[in-house]
Protein backbone atom coordinates (compact mmCIF):
# COMPACT_ATOMS: atom_id res chain seq x y z
CA UNK A 1 0.00 0.00 0.00
CA UNK A 2 1.23 3.66 -0.90
CA UNK A 3 2.06 5.36 1.95
CA UNK A 4 0.87 9.36 2.97
CA UNK A 5 2.96 12.14 3.44
CA UNK A 6 5.00 11.88 6.18
CA UNK A 7 4.71 8.35 6.81
CA UNK A 8 8.14 6.98 5.14
CA UNK A 9 10.12 9.37 7.95
CA UNK A 10 7.76 8.23 10.93
CA UNK A 11 8.59 4.12 9.85
CA UNK A 12 11.81 4.81 9.55
CA UNK A 13 12.26 6.29 13.02
CA UNK A 14 9.71 3.96 14.55
CA UNK A 15 12.14 0.89 13.22
CA UNK A 16 15.55 2.30 14.26
CA UNK A 17 14.20 3.32 17.79
CA UNK A 18 12.91 -0.75 18.11
CA UNK A 19 16.47 -2.23 16.30
CA UNK A 20 18.22 0.14 18.68
CA UNK A 21 16.78 -1.43 22.05
CA UNK A 22 16.40 -5.31 20.89
CA UNK A 23 19.27 -7.42 20.17
CA UNK A 24 19.97 -8.05 16.87
CA UNK A 25 19.84 -11.84 16.41
CA UNK A 26 17.09 -13.81 14.61
CA UNK A 27 15.75 -15.14 17.67
CA UNK A 28 14.98 -11.54 18.36
CA UNK A 29 12.84 -11.16 15.02
CA UNK A 30 9.27 -11.50 16.19
CA UNK A 31 9.49 -9.95 19.07
CA UNK A 32 10.97 -6.75 16.81
CA UNK A 33 8.07 -7.21 14.50
CA UNK A 34 5.77 -7.15 17.36
CA UNK A 35 7.21 -4.44 18.85
CA UNK A 36 7.38 -2.34 15.49
CA UNK A 37 3.50 -3.26 14.66
CA UNK A 38 2.37 -2.19 18.53
CA UNK A 39 4.14 1.48 17.61
CA UNK A 40 2.98 1.74 13.63
CA UNK A 41 -0.12 -0.60 13.80
CA UNK A 42 0.92 -2.75 10.63
CA UNK A 43 4.36 -3.73 9.33
CA UNK A 44 5.02 -1.62 6.54
CA UNK A 45 7.17 -3.30 3.48
CA UNK A 46 9.65 -1.07 4.39
CA UNK A 47 9.73 -1.61 7.80
CA UNK A 48 10.18 -5.51 7.30
CA UNK A 49 12.88 -4.50 4.70
CA UNK A 50 14.65 -2.99 7.47
CA UNK A 51 14.74 -5.31 9.93
CA UNK A 52 15.42 -7.87 7.66
CA UNK A 53 19.18 -5.76 6.03
CA UNK A 54 19.70 -5.19 9.86
CA UNK A 55 19.14 -8.49 10.60
CA UNK A 56 21.00 -9.93 7.80
CA UNK A 57 18.39 -12.29 6.93
CA UNK A 58 16.55 -12.24 3.51
CA UNK A 59 13.98 -9.78 3.31
CA UNK A 60 11.62 -12.80 1.49
CA UNK A 61 12.53 -14.82 5.37
CA UNK A 62 10.81 -11.70 6.91
CA UNK A 63 7.81 -11.33 4.27
CA UNK A 64 7.04 -14.95 5.07
CA UNK A 65 7.15 -15.22 8.49
CA UNK A 66 4.94 -11.60 8.74
CA UNK A 67 2.36 -13.62 6.36
CA UNK A 68 2.74 -17.16 8.55
CA UNK A 69 1.49 -15.44 11.57
CA UNK A 70 -1.89 -13.90 11.43
CA UNK A 71 -1.04 -12.06 14.62
CA UNK A 72 0.87 -9.42 12.10
CA UNK A 73 -1.36 -7.23 9.56
CA UNK A 74 0.45 -6.14 6.60
CA UNK A 75 -2.09 -3.60 6.11
CA UNK A 76 -2.41 -0.13 7.73
CA UNK A 77 -5.79 -0.63 10.02
CA UNK A 78 -8.64 1.62 8.46
CA UNK A 79 -10.53 4.51 10.28
CA UNK A 80 -13.08 2.59 10.56
CA UNK A 81 -12.54 -1.31 11.28
CA UNK A 82 -15.11 -3.78 10.23
CA UNK A 83 -14.62 -7.33 11.52
CA UNK A 84 -16.65 -10.28 10.60
CA UNK A 85 -16.40 -13.33 12.65
CA UNK A 86 -16.54 -16.51 11.04
CA UNK A 87 -16.64 -18.59 14.06
CA UNK A 88 -18.71 -21.79 13.13
CA UNK A 89 -22.13 -20.34 14.62
CA UNK A 90 -21.53 -17.00 12.59
CA UNK A 91 -20.52 -19.09 9.17
CA UNK A 92 -23.65 -21.56 9.64
CA UNK A 93 -25.52 -18.68 9.32
CA UNK A 94 -24.64 -15.85 6.64
CA UNK A 95 -21.27 -14.62 8.29
CA UNK A 96 -19.32 -15.29 4.69
CA UNK A 97 -22.52 -13.55 2.96
CA UNK A 98 -21.76 -10.43 5.28
CA UNK A 99 -18.03 -10.59 4.65
CA UNK A 100 -18.68 -10.67 0.55
CA UNK A 101 -21.30 -7.92 1.08
CA UNK A 102 -18.46 -6.11 2.67
CA UNK A 103 -16.11 -6.69 -0.21
CA UNK A 104 -17.93 -5.47 -2.60
CA UNK A 105 -18.95 -2.19 -0.62
CA UNK A 106 -15.82 -1.17 0.38
CA UNK A 107 -14.20 -2.28 -3.33
CA UNK A 108 -11.35 -4.32 -1.14
CA UNK A 109 -10.65 -7.79 -0.26
CA UNK A 110 -10.68 -9.39 3.55
CA UNK A 111 -7.12 -8.17 4.90
CA UNK A 112 -6.89 -5.41 3.10
CA UNK A 113 -7.45 -1.94 3.49
CA UNK A 114 -9.06 0.54 1.23
CA UNK A 115 -6.64 2.88 -0.45
CA UNK A 116 -7.90 6.23 1.06
CA UNK A 117 -7.34 4.32 4.35
CA UNK A 118 -11.11 4.53 5.46
CA UNK A 119 -12.10 1.05 5.71
CA UNK A 120 -10.31 -1.94 6.81
CA UNK A 121 -11.99 -5.37 7.10
CA UNK A 122 -10.97 -8.24 8.21
CA UNK A 123 -12.41 -11.75 9.38
CA UNK A 124 -11.95 -13.08 13.13
CA UNK A 125 -12.84 -16.40 15.31
CA UNK A 126 -15.94 -16.04 17.60
CA UNK A 127 -16.23 -13.15 19.81
CA UNK A 128 -18.31 -14.95 21.97
CA UNK A 129 -21.99 -13.70 20.75
CA UNK A 130 -23.08 -16.50 19.00
CA UNK A 131 -26.86 -16.01 19.66
CA UNK A 132 -26.75 -12.79 17.43
CA UNK A 133 -25.16 -15.12 14.58
CA UNK A 134 -23.92 -13.80 12.07
CA UNK A 135 -21.76 -10.82 13.67
CA UNK A 136 -19.84 -8.20 12.72
CA UNK A 137 -18.02 -5.90 14.93
CA UNK A 138 -17.72 -2.01 13.66
CA UNK A 139 -15.12 0.16 15.10
CA UNK A 140 -15.68 -2.28 18.27
CA UNK A 141 -19.21 -2.17 18.38
CA UNK A 142 -21.24 -5.68 18.13
CA UNK A 143 -23.51 -5.85 15.34
CA UNK A 144 -25.82 -8.91 15.28
CA UNK A 145 -27.80 -10.57 12.67
CA UNK A 146 -26.15 -8.91 9.56
CA UNK A 147 -27.92 -9.55 6.50
CA UNK A 148 -26.59 -7.65 2.98
CA UNK A 149 -29.10 -4.82 3.84
CA UNK A 150 -28.01 -4.55 7.00
CA UNK A 151 -24.40 -4.30 5.76
CA UNK A 152 -26.15 -1.54 3.34
CA UNK A 153 -26.93 0.40 6.36
CA UNK A 154 -24.07 -0.09 8.21
CA UNK A 155 -21.82 1.22 5.21
CA UNK A 156 -24.09 4.32 5.12
CA UNK A 157 -23.67 5.15 8.45
CA UNK A 158 -20.35 5.54 7.96
CA UNK A 159 -20.86 7.40 4.76
CA UNK A 160 -23.16 9.94 6.93
CA UNK A 161 -20.38 10.39 9.60
CA UNK A 162 -18.67 12.50 7.23
CA UNK A 163 -16.32 9.83 5.32
CA UNK A 164 -18.36 9.79 2.13
CA UNK A 165 -16.39 10.89 -0.75
CA UNK A 166 -16.66 14.80 -1.41
CA UNK A 167 -18.09 14.14 -4.52
CA UNK A 168 -21.33 12.25 -2.87
CA UNK A 169 -21.39 14.09 0.35
CA UNK A 170 -24.81 15.95 0.91
CA UNK A 171 -23.96 19.03 2.64
CA UNK A 172 -23.87 22.57 2.65
CA UNK A 173 -20.66 23.42 4.71
CA UNK A 174 -18.23 24.76 3.00
CA UNK A 175 -14.94 22.54 2.08
CA UNK A 176 -12.44 23.12 4.58
CA UNK A 177 -9.93 21.05 2.86
CA UNK A 178 -9.17 18.96 6.06
CA UNK A 179 -8.92 15.25 6.17
CA UNK A 180 -7.60 14.01 3.08
CA UNK A 181 -6.08 10.65 3.39
CA UNK A 182 -4.96 10.79 -0.19
S1 LIG B 1 -19.14 -17.77 16.04
FE1 LIG B 1 -19.43 -15.66 15.65
S2 LIG B 1 -19.81 -14.87 17.61
FE2 LIG B 1 -19.47 -16.96 17.99
Redesign the pocket.
Same mark, same amino acid.
Given at each position: MQLVEGEKEVIIACVNEVLKEKEKTTENLIPILQNVQARLGYLPSLAMEMIAADLAVPAADVFGLATFYNQFRLSPPGKHQVKV /???? %???MVG?KIALESFERRMEIREGETSVDRLYSLER????? /???? %???VVVDEVVEGKVTPTRVDGIMLALQENGDTKKSEMKTDLPDEGEGKNK
Amino acid at each position: MQLVEGEKEVIIACVNEVLKEKEKTTENLIPILQNVQARLGYLPSLAMEMIAADLAVPAADVFGLATFYNQFRLSPPGKHQVKV /CLGT %ACYMVGGKIALESFERRMEIREGETSVDRLYSLERVACVG /CCTM %APVVVVDEVVEGKVTPTRVDGIMLALQENGDTKKSEMKTDLPDEGEGKNK
